[in-house]
């Protein structure tokens, strides 16, 4: 075997990274492949790519509490018939799968690498941090805006949040203003 | 030419790592050495790793202002003589280049990198994102006590206000409690 066949072990790593349907996510996880999941035939990567999506549960109530006693809609929240509950969160759903087709499109090329695909439900915030800290990752990698837009409004900055708290690397990937998202 | 020959040639980076007198810092840039600067026979990346280091100027006076008068001690700060200001001036630069042998050693078998060093006077939360933006990086890395446990004390984080003002990616690395500062 000559050296130029000569194959690079390396320990595997996980490698962690927070997906949503923004375009931003989106960046921050082709920038990862790009940069932390380049892989070669001369070194055996095997890491294991961990996509994670996190529904934000909405502040909702069914009509009837857990006693069967209808709630006072004024001081309970709003109220949504099982119909509308049920619409709610089949569009979820629906939301999530799409961002995770997406995700792992963009990592369709990658060699040597195991893709999988996580969906929680709770805080961006807590929920990415426990999932960093029960895997044991390597790495967490995840954009600025984490969470849209609007979601960030009332969320906060799940970016800084995370990187406060978990105790693994933080990769905050920003998107440029004008950017393809390839290794540059 | 076979297929295992073949050279890929991807676009170089320039990624820039804040360094500093730390245990945290090294840990960021061998995390960095063994994550993102992995280069093998078959991938010639040709990136540029920067090794910044910031010093922070002492808030001293001269016994003497611009004009040749002598300053009032209580109302403009503390007076060193011109010695004192030489050998405290010696010892930041030693520390600097002590910090840069410490960094360059660490790099040292990093294939097809080419390693600058550069050092720089202020604030290092200005002059991280100063020369980021400057030199037109692609990451930014740096340890989340940036600069020193003591020095962290007036300057605050510099790593989250780094992250929140540079355009590009920024890898924040702790150190977890025992590590080997290896890929793991």
């Known amino acids: 075997m000559s050296a130029a066949d000569e194959v690079v072990e390396v ?12 375009e931003e996510s989106m960046y921050a996880l082709s920038w990862a492949v790009n940069n932390l999941l380049v892989s070669s035939n001369n070194t055996t990567t095997k890491d294991t790519l961990i996509l994670l999506y996190v ?3 909405r502040v909702v109530y069914t009509t009837l509490d857990g006693t069967g006693r209808r709630m006072n809609p004024s001081t309970q929240g709003y109220l949504f018939s099982a119909d509308i509950l049920s619409s ?3 569009y979820s759903n629906d939301v999530a799968q799409c961002v995770m ?6 990592c369709k090329d990658l060699q040597d690498v195991k893709v999988e695909t996580k969906i929680e439900n709770g805080d961006p915030r807590d929920a990415i941090c426990e999932v960093a800290e ?3 990752v390597d790495v967490l990698v995840m954009g600025t805006h984490g969470y849209g837009m609007i979601k960030r409004a009332f969320l906060g900055s799940v970016s800084s949040h995370c990187a406060y708290k978990v105790k693994c690397p933080v990769l905050i990937v ?3 203003k004008s950017s393809s998202a390839t290794r540059e």
Chains 1, 2 share one sequence.
Not at 11 to 22: C, P, T
Not at 101 to 106: P, W
């Open 11 to 22: 320990k595997a790593r996980k490698i962690l990274v927070a997906v949503d349907e923004g």
């Open 55 to 57: 529904k934000i549960p």
């Open 88 to 90: 709610m969160e089949k």
């Open 101 to 106: 087709e997406k995700s792992r499109r963009l």
């Open 134 to 136: 029960k895997l044991g």
């Open 174 to 176: 920003k998107r440029p």
